[in-house]
């Protein structure tokens, strides 16, 4: 049957309206899919740790915040939980969570710019928010502030609408209900903004203060917004108290806080220099070149958020919004920019690429304002060409955007050596190793971050539970039962030659030859002869130290004495007690060289194998290199070891044989020091 003219028109029409935005989108979509698993190259230990939440929220591990990355609100490791529900865990859950918010954020942008501008200052943010570097990277990016922009700009969607609706005044119950409708949606929107990130504890202020812009300027407009946006901002507080409660009664839970405490110590102390720098960085930050986030893991050092272009028309877009600030979209604007970094204005332009992100909308709208008012300038100058010239300039200039994008992202950031770096490519492609070969029993992972949270947290999203044991095997190694195992050695972290006397590689795996950690080693260590030790000391029957010995019979005054430990696992639950933020044991060994006096004149306090991830029978070695004074007089001077608690300092026991506590301390065979 032929389609009627009808449908036709109504097929046309609907694709006019919605067709450009859906290409838009689908664009967006693509850039932020393409190679997600493969870039950024790795995890974060931050990203790693939002998925080591949600691994533990599907294993029944429920918590109203999470002690992990400093304090973590909780909605994105929730969110992530859902998506490996549904996909399994791993990388691609973890990461799709944004990709889906960083396109989405892009339709509830469009949404409000059509309704507070027009449709062409609309789809031109639209297309900067798809192809430009900050929100492509954020929507890439594992972590929890990429859900704050589409929050944040529903909430702000939710009081537009308020501010055009009339329902007050008609009082159908019709439109009552929509009007407290919108008021719910507000409310909740704000409360999930307080659910994302630390800077949207300022971000709600956006609201009043543009009360009090519309008491100045637009009173009959103040008048009827006051009760409904009072009325959303007290239904946020009252969904977000819960959170505050809790964070009152575990306030461990919440640490990153104190990177305030500075600037505005300077501040109530009369000194506004900090500030002022802090102040000039956070805006240079946006438009000049060098003076961008540093913060590798987010940004291309230095780079800032708009190219040359894009930064002129953002600063023209600033420029219009306050000659015309008396009109009420113009200076909310203003207003959502300057209250979303605020958060950077205090702490300078270090990682503002995140805790900036409730302004990302804002801030592409700007630009966008920018190249139209240029525009209408342009046609009203010229109005013949003046037009063809603007669809021309708008064409080059937003694919010179989109290429500057790909060329910084896709190539120069993601293929730095200091990216891969920073995302740890060397253990990734160490469990990627690890999963295609037929291991039997534990492998040991040598790393520069046993802790945790750090590498840890990585293979537990990448690599499930496997068996694995960690140290820095450049001082430590920990061998189940004593007996032979095989290791993962990276360039980085190379066996002490003490360990290595007893490791067979096997096979040697290149990466890249210009990365930081260009290789990693699969090796064998030999089974220990236990036989030979005779000492057993025990401490809190939870650790045995079986050996003790210095590698050298002496030192020369500046050297760096080394002291071997042999210590075996009996029962890692009396290691220590359980602490956050990780709920683990989290022991440290020190060693002492003591003086004539009796108080340590060289000392060191270290483990580099934790005791979060020890299992019983377990056999630690642990070297301890303590340098000598150079001023330290020939002697033999004695030593002493022992455990305790990090976060407590308190010691573990040495007990007698008859399990009683007689000590905190073990002495070690003394130190000599010779002439040199």
């Not at 600030?325 to 300078?348: C, D, E, H, M, Y």
């Not at 603007?390 to 896709?410: E, R, S």
């Not at 020939?634 to 010691?651: K, M, Q, T, W």
Request: hydrophobic fraction near 50%; aromatic fraction near 12%.
């Amino acid at each position: 049957m032929p389609v009627c003219s009808r449908c036709r028109y109504n097929a046309t029409r609907m694709w006019k309206r919605y067709g450009p935005i859906l290409l838009i989108l689908l664009l967006a979509f693509g850039l932020r899919l393409a190679a997600l698993t493969d870039l950024p190259p790795g995890l974060t230990h931050d990203e790693a740790n939002h998925g080591r939440e949600a691994i533990g929220i599907l294993n029944g591990i429920w918590l109203f915040y999470f002690p992990l990355n400093y304090g973590s609100e909780p909605l994105y490791s929730y969110t992530v939980a859902g998506f490996m529900a549904l996909l399994g865990e791993g990388l691609l859950a973890l990461r799709l969570v944004n990709v889906m918010a960083g396109t989405a954020v892009i339709a509830a942008v469009y949404a409000w710019a059509n309704r507070a501008f027009d449709r062409r200052v609309a789809l031109v943010t639209a297309v900067l928010l798809a192809l430009s570097f900050w929100p492509l990277a954020t929507s890439r990016e594992a972590l929890r502030a990429g859900l704050l922009p589409l929050f944040m700009t529903l909430a702000v969607w939710f009081f537009w609408q308020l501010f055009n609706h009339r329902s007050s005044v008609i009082g159908h119950r019709s439109s009552v209900i929509g009007h407290w409708s919108l008021v719910i949606g507000f409310g909740v929107c704000v409360a999930v903004t307080l659910h994302i990130y630390l800077a949207a504890r300022v971000a709600w202020l956006l609201f009043p203060l543009f009360l009090l812009y519309l008491l100045l300027v637009h009173r009959p407009h103040f008048w009827r917004m006051w009760r409904p946006t009072l009325a959303g901002l007290l239904l946020a507080a009252l969904l977000v108290t819960p959170m505050f409660l809790y964070l009152e009664r575990y306030p461990y839970a919440l640490t990153r806080l104190d990177m305030l405490d500075r600037p505005l110590n300077d501040l109530r102390q009369g000194n506004l220099l900090p500030l002022a720098r802090n102040v000039t960085g956070a805006l240079l930050a946006f438009v000049w070149p060098g003076q961008g986030d540093q913060f590798l893991a987010y940004n291309l050092p230095g780079r800032p958020v708009f190219e040359a272009v894009t930064a002129a028309f953002f600063l023209v877009g600033v420029a219009v919004c306050l000659w015309r600030w008396r009109q009420p979209q113009a200076a909310f604007l203003l207003l959502w920019f300057g209250v979303g970094i605020l958060p950077s204005l205090i702490t300078g332009a270090t990682a503002n690429t995140t805790r900036n992100l409730a302004a990302l909308p804002a801030v592409f709208i700007l630009p966008a304002i920018g190249f139209w008012a240029v525009a209408g300038w342009a046609a009203a100058r010229w109005p013949r060409t003046g037009w063809w010239v603007t669809a021309v300039a708008l064409t080059v200039w937003l694919l010179w955007v989109g290429a500057t994008t790909i060329n910084d992202y896709f190539i120069r950031w993601g293929q730095s050596p200091e990216v891969r770096g920073a995302y740890q490519r060397n253990l990734v492609e160490a469990l990627a190793y690890l999963d295609g070969q037929e291991i039997n029993g534990p492998v040991l992972l040598s790393t520069v971050y046993p802790g945790p949270v750090h590498d840890p947290s990585i293979a537990l999203v990448l690599a499930g539970d496997a068996d694995f044991r960690w140290a820095d095997a450049r001082y430590a190694l920990v061998m189940p039962d004593g007996k032979e195992i095989l290791a993962i050695i990276p360039a980085s972290t190379p066996l002490h030659p003490l360990f290595a006397a007893i490791a067979q590689p096997q096979q040697t795996i290149p990466l890249r030859p210009d990365d930081l950690d260009p290789s990693f080693t699969l090796v064998e260590l030999a089974a220990l002869e236990m036989g030979d030790w005779v000492t057993a000391v025990n401490l809190n029957d939870a650790l045995t130290l079986r050996h003790v010995i210095w590698l050298a019979e002496s030192v020369e005054p500046g050297g760096v004495a080394e002291l071997l430990t042999i210590w075996q696992v009996q029962d890692p639950a009396r290691v220590g007690p359980i602490v956050p933020p990780a709920f683990t044991t989290d022991v440290v060994m020190f060693t002492q060289v003591l003086g004539a006096d009796g108080r340590p004149f060289a000392q060191r306090d270290s483990l580099e194998a934790p005791s979060w991830s020890w299992q019983r029978g377990d056999v630690i070695l642990q070297i301890h290199a303590l340098p000598i004074p150079a001023d330290a007089a020939p002697g033999e001077y004695p030593a002493i070891i022992g455990v305790y608690d990090r976060a407590s300092g308190v010691r573990l026991p040495v007990w007698n044989d008859a399990n009683e506590p007689v000590d905190d301390k073990i002495n070690a065979p003394p130190l000599v020091v010779h002439t040199p």
